[in-house]
């Protein structure tokens, strides 16, 4: 079982930028699927980026450009940096980590372990 916190919420004003970290510890398997996921009120959870077995990331439609994630397997963290923020970015953003997915991880079924999320806010 792997255990996320994730940090770096907070609220900003459109345009602005932040960077979210989620620290992993446990069960932890360094080449397998982790990603952001976000979920607004009313609205189904959304991907927003994903790293694969290979580094290879991957990063919804709705953030592509503006949306960097990266991971230091030597911190055992996955951080997630996002710029130009807009008003409809704001939700709650989570951290995910599958301990058997190595490809196409920007679906949100696969994952087994979710961090508690962090709240992102951006006012207009």
């Known amino acids: 079982h792997v255990q996320l916190v994730e940090s770096g919420g907070g609220s900003v004003q459109a345009g602005g930028s932040l960077r979210l970290s989620c620290a992993s510890s446990?069960?932890?398997?360094?080449?397998?699927?982790m990603g952001w996921f976000r979920q607004a009120p009313g609205k189904e959870r959304e991907g927003v980026a994903a790293?694969?077995?290979?580094?290879?990331?991957s990063y919804g439609d709705s953030v592509a450009g503006r949306v960097t994630i990266s991971k230091d397997n030597g911190k055992n963290t996955l951080n997630l940096q996002i710029d130009n923020l807009k008003p409809e970015d704001t939700a709650i953003y989570y951290c995910?980590?599958?301990?058997?997915?190595?490809?196409?991880?920007?679906?949100?079924?696969?994952?087994?372990?979710w961090g508690q999320g962090t709240q992102v806010t951006v006012s207009s």
């Open positions: 995910a980590a599958d301990l058997t997915s190595m490809f196409e991880c920007l679906r949100h079924h696969i994952y087994n372990s």
């Open positions: 446990g069960n932890y398997v360094t080449d397998r699927c």
């Open positions: 790293i694969d077995s290979v580094g290879t990331a």
